[in-house]
């Protein structure tokens, strides 16, 4: 038998199934693997409250009560999701003691399926950054490369990934924050249509655009979380009544007369060649399973940066209004006064990035300005939308880019924010028009880190785009690379 | 110079649903503090506001009946600021597109009808208290009217005069509780009102600078501010200043208003259209569903009791202005009971009942069968009107039987002649000399003489078949 942890999730679910594994056996390689690695993938590990519950799954598997493709299989769980009873900390001082007394729909409806969640993930501070970089808890690192970021903002959960710290890991993909990760620790990383899974208990960064996402080994393993957490929940409003639990079965490997679109747009300037050249050279891998290449010009996609901070920030500068000192949370000791209270609580409870972007959100909604700044940048969102669409009706699905170059190294993408900024241009035009999105492994620059490639269908085309994933990754082997492996070049 | 009075109001109104506007907790009065609250309403992380579309229906009612140009698509916004009693430091309101627009509410004056106009109806959610605790140096905050449903009802600047303010919040209220959107307790604060008040020469077209009082909780308190404030800035413009544009707090003990918050000072809410809640379409079949179901209101009640019934203006006015006095009467009516001599019945001795024991119509125990009995007993004899009016102040507060009441305590008229021609021979013989006198001309003894026989009999004889005997029995 292969090593525990170079099992895909659904491998292991059926090696579980048919008791060759235990869950107990299988949730402590992952803790033993969390405690060999540093990445700093975990804020919270959740070391006695999983293997108890290893041991319940496992009686209830026995027992015939679960028999689901993921039952008994461990899971990380972004530090933005609540987990009732567990520290639930968003990477932030603010949250650094916060327990909620309720978990998110999403985690409920994982541990009901079986699996055993071992730990809290590491993240940007409140989902708000692409390098990982941002925590309250320390940087995470990438497997591939200590040097290096492992992407944000779940960071973590891609960390996790990687080094087999969990056999995947649930996500919040805002701008990219699933997908960006997942490309530069050469994991799968799914961001679905806005709406597919209910946000009940993810804490928000920007609700409009913020969706829970799924890091995993393979495309078929995301499609398997998405058919446990997906589906409509009455607590959250935005959330779609489709029909959940069906991915995983739609997937046949069959990409024959899919058009793909390629955006000239997303392999312009700015791109890092080695990028450019794996991401074109996936397409013509689909192209080779009976797809076909259909160029595009989407030239709208340059104003999906702004419009992105715009409406992203002006949300957050609400969403986050509510860390105010007064009902939990840090709260500063020296204040006099109730302004003095909210004040020092929020100046000293929340990081740089964090403190920047609710600045910039309170700006763009002042008085006198929410016509030229929000309200613009919301016309610019119904633009994209609409240029997706248009896109659509000459393609099935868009092969774009995740992020410019590959995992910059620790610290090195900090020193110009709007240079960073920039690298979201792959990403949160997805966000801006709800789509799903997807990123794939699809090989390794030069100095051996990994590379993204991302499939972008129309709203609720999941199945298609996790189809199209699956077809990919039957036909090639950069999903199965690990890091500290050797591997063999393609 | 004479001086104009310009008043506009903010009614605030919380929604008589069960439960609170984006979650499942109770949306009732008081409760130990924070019992009545959960993570959704006091905004915890993570958590979402689902909408209660009894709120939406509530507040579409309220649009129909008061003549609104309902917005058929609607949708929540966030109105930023902080401050201890609100949770999530913002709250989910209506700035862009309020459900409702363009409504009325005509007003009886001294002058006749006026017409106030509705500048808009928008949906939102209360705040929580705040227990200010000036010895132990603490703010206590009870969170369980976090969440419960308000709409707020903004009028044009179209009063002139605390009556015709007081005659607005009477007359709505009345009309919501007939639509039973709301309860319209001023006393537990579900009816707030903030009023904008500024003067202006008489006959100037352009609008003084305006101060602001929130929060206004008594009818009394309106009025008295009104006309506070009103004197305040005549006195302050004719003795050659000005009005600062502020929100002013008025103070009821004093009765005086206080600066509060000057505009500079005014705060920047940052709306922004609220991501967590969806658009609504309200939709043919709802609105057609909704306005079906609106019930009679007060203003075409009175006609139809002035039509159906012959009543005059003013009764029909004062039976239809509440609903639960209304729906007494009808009733009453329903059983039998003669219109007229029901309004009668009502206009006096129940209001005035009503008014010795400080209730209100609906907080009523007597059943309209109870005043229907006591008036068929009165109109068929059996009952004389003193009797009657007894036998109503002692069921009106526990609604007991009238006939077990009647026939305990003996009260059933006497009609039947022999009884009171004794009585009648008896208090003669007793009382030659006002016979006499009678008989000598002073019409004015036969009252005397009636009192008498009515005494000997315990108050229970038909007068009038007394009347009729003592007469015969006086002839000469």
């Known amino acids: 038998m292969p090593d525990i942890l170079e099992l895909s999730a659904l491998e292991l679910g059926r090696e579980i199934r048919c008791g060759e594994i235990g869950v107990r056996e299988a949730v402590s390689a992952v803790l033993d693997a969390m405690e060999k690695n540093a990445q700093n993938a975990y804020i919270t590990v959740l070391r006695d409250r999983a293997l108890s519950r290893a041991e319940a799954v496992q009686r209830e598997i026995k027992g015939g009560g679960l028999s689901g493709p993921l039952a008994g299989v461990p899971a990380g769980i972004k530090d933005n999701l609540c ?13 650094s003691e916060f327990y909620p007394p309720y978990s998110a729909t999403a985690v409920e409806r994982l541990e009901e399926g079986g699996c055993v969640c071992v730990g809290k993930t590491n993240m940007d501070e409140f989902a708000m950054g692409s390098t990982g970089e941002t925590s309250f808890f320390g940087m995470t690192q990438n497997p591939w490369n200590p040097a290096h970021v492992p992407g944000g903002s779940s960071s973590g959960s891609g960390a996790a990934v990687a080094a087999g710290q969990a056999y995947f890991a649930l996500g919040s993909d805002t701008g990219g924050s699933v997908r960006t990760p997942a490309a530069f620790c050469g994991v799968t990383g799914m961001k679905p249509t806005y709406g597919t899974v209910s946000r009940y208990g993810l804490i928000a960064y920007a609700s409009s655009l913020d969706q829970i996402g799924v890091l995993a080994k393979t495309a078929a393993d995301c499609a398997a979380v998405f058919d446990l957490i997906g589906g409509r929940d009455k607590r959250d409003g935005t959330s779609l009544d489709t029909e959940a639990g069906t991915f995983l079965s739609g997937l046949t490997g069959d990409v024959r007369g899919v058009r793909i679109g390629i955006a000239e747009e997303c392999f312009g300037a700015g791109l890092d060649e080695s990028v450019r050249r794996h991401v074109l050279a996936a397409g013509e891998t689909l192209k080779g399973l009976g797809a076909a290449l259909v160029p595009l010009s989407m030239p709208l996609l340059r104003y999906a940066v702004p419009a992105y901070y715009l409406i992203a920030c002006a949300e957050a500068g609400s969403n986050l209004s509510r860390f105010d000192g007064v009902k939990y949370g840090f709260r500063a000791e020296n204040a006099c006064d109730i302004r003095s209270l909210y004040e020092e609580s929020r100046s000293r409870g929340f990081g740089l990035e964090v403190k920047k972007r609710i600045l910039l959100g309170t700006f763009a909604l002042s008085a006198g300005f929410y016509d030229a700044y929000y309200k613009k940048a919301q016309q610019v969102r119904g633009a994209i939308s609409r240029a997706y669409a248009a896109a659509f009706s000459s393609c099935d699905l868009i092969l774009a880019p995740v992020f410019p170059t590959t995992a910059p190294k ?40 990994p590379i993204g490639a991302q499939l972008i269908g129309p709203p609720l085309s999941d199945e298609r785009v996790l189809n199209a994933a699956h077809a990919y990754q039957q036909a090639t082997v950069y999903h199965t690379m690990r890091p500290g492996k050797e591997r063999s070049a393609p | 110079m004479t001086f104009e009075t310009v008043v506009g109001l903010e009614v605030h109104l919380e929604l008589a649903t069960k439960s609170k506007i984006f979650c499942a907790c109770a949306a009732e009065f008081g409760g130990a503090p924070n019992t009545q609250c959960c993570p959704v309403c006091t905004g915890m992380p993570g958590t979402l506001p689902v909408l209660n579309e009894k709120v939406v229906e509530f507040a579409l009612r309220a649009g129909l009946a008061l003549g609104c140009d309902i917005t058929r698509h609607t949708k929540f916004d966030r109105k930023n600021y902080f401050y201890p009693d609100l949770p999530k430091s913002y709250q989910i309101s209506q700035l862009y597109l309020p459900i409702c627009r363009n409504g009325r509410l005509d007003i009886q004056t001294p002058a006749g009808k006026k017409r106030i106009r509705l500048h808009e109806i928008h949906m939102e959610e209360d705040a929580g208290k705040l227990i200010h605790d000036p010895l132990a140096g603490f703010t206590r905050a009870d969170y369980n009217r976090c969440g419960v449903p308000l709409i707020e009802i903004v009028t044009e600047p179209d009063f002139r ?7 607005f919040l ?18 537990e604060g579900s009816m707030r009102a903030d009023v904008n008040l500024s003067v202006r020469p008489a006959g100037e077209a352009a609008f003084g600078a305006r101060t602001e009082m929130k929060n206004m909780s008594s009818f009394k308190a309106i009025s008295r501010a009104v006309e506070y404030e009103a004197k305040r800035q005549i006195e302050a413009l004719a003795a050659g200043g000005g009005v600062a544009q502020e929100t002013r707090r008025w103070d009821e003990s004093r009765n005086r ?68 006095m209304a729906e007494f009467f009808e009733e009453a009516v329903r059983l039998g009971a003669p219109p007229k001599a029901t309004a009668n019945w009502i206009m006096g001795d129940v209001f005035r009942l009503l008014k010795e024991k400080g209730l209100a119509a609906r907080e009523m125990a007597l059943a309209p069968d109870k005043l229907a009995r006591i008036i068929a007993l009165c109109g068929g004899g059996a009952l004389n009107r003193h009797k009657a009016r007894e036998v109503l102040a002692a069921v009106f507060d526990s609604n007991a039987d009238v006939d077990a009441y009647v026939s305990a305590h003996g009260l059933l008229q006497i009609s039947g002649e022999g009884p009171i021609r004794d009585a009648v021979a008896k208090v003669l013989a007793q009382n030659e000399k006002s016979v006499a006198e009678y008989r000598d001309g002073k019409a004015k003894v036969f009252g005397f003489l009636m009192g008498q026989v009515m005494r000997d009999m315990a108050g229970k004889a038909d007068p009038n078949v007394i009347r009729k005997i003592l007469e015969g029995a006086l002839q000469p």
């Open chain 1, 83 to 95: 987990t009732g009873g567990v520290k639930t900390t968003c990477a932030s001082r603010m949250l």
């Open chain 1, 410 to 449: 620790l610290g090195e993408a900090t020193i110009d924010p709007m240079q960073k900024y920039l690298g979201d241009i792959y990403t949160v035009s997805v966000n801006l028009a709800g789509l799903p999105g997807i990123s794939i492994p699809c090989g390794f620059d030069e100095a051996g880190l």
């Open chain 2, 161 to 167: 005069s605390a009556e015709e303010v007081v005659a």
């Open chain 2, 170 to 187: 009477e007359k709505l209220k009345s009309t919501l509780e007939y639509l039973e959107v709301s309860d319209c307790k001023m006393q």
């Open chain 2, 257 to 324: 208003s206080f600066a509060m918050r000057a505009k500079e000072n005014t705060q920047d809410y940052r709306y922004l259209p609220d991501p967590d809640l969806p658009p609504i379409d309200i939709d043919d079949d709802w609105y057609e569903r909704v306005k079906a179901s609106l019930p009679e209101l007060a203003d075409v009640k009175s006609a139809r009791y002035r039509k159906a019934y012959g009543l005059p203006a003013y009764d029909a006015d004062m039976l239809s202005a509440q609903k639960a």
